[in-house]
């Protein structure tokens, strides 16, 4: 039976094509053998338990080391309870260390310390018990929370001048977030906002994601036990939707050889890629349903908001910046700008963020389709118009950021137009001063340009009309729409301002204005 790609729990080299771990985590033999306290973290579905356990296993195996994945999650039920936490987590980790080491290195009984020094005083028997040096992955260190997870670091803290006779040789806290970000309540927020309970941390890694030919790769190990063919442009545009992110390069493959093109024979097509990211957008899985609760919380739309806008990015602290990079919702350009994570995120983030106003939408009546089902443009801007006139107003109070309201009722009224029967794409990133869309749908492609007009800012059609012209020069269009949304104060309502015009870009191409 051949292997396949795995979208839930750590990866078995036995049942799941997956790549080398130890390339996914430069520099961590060398921490270790420096006997160091690091941090990992990465996003979730990421690739962390997956990587540190075949580290692990490769440590024991060479007989230097004596290397174990342990993990922090049962503690978590007992934020305010550290002796509960340390009770539930410790037996979990003698169940672990049976399924990972042969006896010799499995611990001995726990000490039976008071509430408080649990974890200090085991890992310190059990540093002494083994015959190699030990080191221990801790996973899931930032699923404690406030006193448990206080006194956990602080037990670490305390045995480390102990290492590695008397403590392990080498620890890692393994998360979604760097130790500054671990939760805690206190007077002043609701997380540790420092490092210095944990400050003898030497450094703080994070995975990386995949690389085209890692993406190559990886499919390439289908191919050779199926004899199925990724395209070339097909592992192309894989990694444009994914920017290699594993889960979503392993769930994108998964929907293609499995659901979508089970004949062996027929190859995989850029197209099937693409069909495939819809149904993964649709269906939105349990890993992109916790990114999407992070976009209410302030510190994430402090940082999302003005990108969706197209606008600068505030005076936004850096720890927050860093905390929305680690959770994987955006990253660094290589030019050095911040975007979206990949354009699949891009999508899902706009679609939640306008699902409350498309639940709110009245029934529309598709009057923009012609008689054998394609879109017909003019028809369209007259129901937008209609639709504007009269809901615009009302709806835009729907809409959980108000920076982008008009954006998002937009976006929420031409998901009603595609219906399933087409597509629409968004471009966005700060300091752009638009979005983008283009709609497909049955053959015909529409694009639009969305800006905004706010106090104290000239007229923007001249800027929006250059930029059209760009956006449908990429598109080799030569008609499209300028929205511009007047946001200004002391302006008459939606249904009295609301009017089009036409207008010619710079290159003569045709613009519809839109006065909103």
């Known amino acids: 039976m051949p292997r396949w790609f795995n979208t839930a729990g750590p990866c078995n080299p036995a049942e799941h094509y997956m790549l080398p771990a130890e390339e996914r985590l430069p520099g961590v033999r060398n921490l270790i053998d420096r006997k160091a306290c690091f ?10 338990t997956t990587s540190l356990l075949a580290l692990a296993q490769d440590l024991t195996a060479e007989g230097r080391y004596a290397a174990v994945v342990v993990s922090a999650e049962l503690g978590a039920p007992f934020p305010n309870d550290p002796g509960a936490a340390e009770l539930a987590m410790l037996a979990e980790w003698r169940v672990t260390a049976g399924s990972q080491f042969p006896a010799d290195l499995r611990p001995p009984p726990f000490p039976d310390a008071p509430p408080g020094q649990r974890i200090g005083a085991a890992l310190g028997a059990w540093a002494k018990a083994v015959p190699r040096p030990l080191v221990v992955f801790l996973d899931e260190a930032d699923a404690l929370r406030d006193a448990a997870l206080v006194s956990m670091l602080r037990q670490i803290r305390s045995g480390y001048p102990s ?22 309540a206190s007077g002043d927020g609701d997380r540790l906002g420092t490092s210095s309970s944990f400050n003898i941390k030497v450094e703080s890694l ?3 994601n995949f690389t085209r030919d890692e993406v190559a790769t990886l499919y390439a190990q289908h191919t050779a036990e199926t004899g199925q063919v990724f395209q070339p442009d097909a592992v192309d545009r894989a990694f444009e939707l994914t920017q290699g992110q594993p889960w979503l390069v392993n769930v994108l ?12 024979a027929q190859p995989i097509t850029p197209a099937d890629v693409d069909r495939a990211k819809e149904i993964l957008i649709e269906r939105q899985d349990t890993h992109l349903d916790s990114l ?3 976009l209410r919380e302030p510190r994430i739309r402090a940082v999302i908001e003005p990108m969706l806008a197209g606008t600068a990015l505030p005076s936004v602290p850096p720890d927050d910046l860093r905390f929305a990079i680690d959770l994987g919702l955006v990253r660094m350009t290589a030019e050095g700008g911040l975007d979206i994570a990949n354009p699949i995120y891009r999508e899902i983030i706009v679609r939640e963020l306008a699902f409350p106003i498309r639940a709110s939408l009245p029934q529309i009546k598709a009057t923009w389709l012609t008689h054998d089902g394609r879109l017909d443009a003019d028809r369209l801007l007259d129901a937008f118009l209609s639709f504007w006139r009269q809901h615009g107003e009302p709806l835009l109070g729907a809409a959980p950021y108000h920076e982008i309201a008009p954006h998002l009722v937009v976006m929420a009224f031409l998901h009603r137009v595609v219906n399933g ?10 300091g752009r001063g638009r979005m983008d869309l283009c709609v497909r749908y049955a053959g015909e492609t529409l694009a639009i340009e969305l800006k905004v007009w706010r106090d104290g800012r000239q007229d923007p059609l001249g800027e929006g009309l250059a930029q059209l012209d760009e956006y449908l020069a990429g598109l080799g269009l030569q008609r499209g729409w ?3 949304f007047d946001q200004r104060s002391g302006q008459p309502p939606i249904a009295e301002r609301t009017r089009r015009e036409l207008a010619l870009s710079p290159a003569g191409r045709e613009a519809v204005v839109i006065r909103a």
Do not use: M, S
């Open 39 to 48: 941090v990992l973290h990465a996003p979730r579905q990421f690739g962390k």
């Open 163 to 184: 290492r590695p006779h008397g403590f392990p040789h080498a620890l890692a806290l393994v998360g979604l977030r760097d130790v500054r970000d671990y939760k805690v």
């Open 206 to 208: 994070t995975l990386r």
């Open 253 to 264: 493959a998964r929907q293609l050889v499995e659901v979508l093109v089970k004949d062996r």
């Open 292 to 294: 999407v609760d992070r």
């Open 421 to 430: 029967g087409g597509t629409i794409e968004r471009e966005y990133a700060i």
């Open 482 to 484: 300028l929205i511009l």
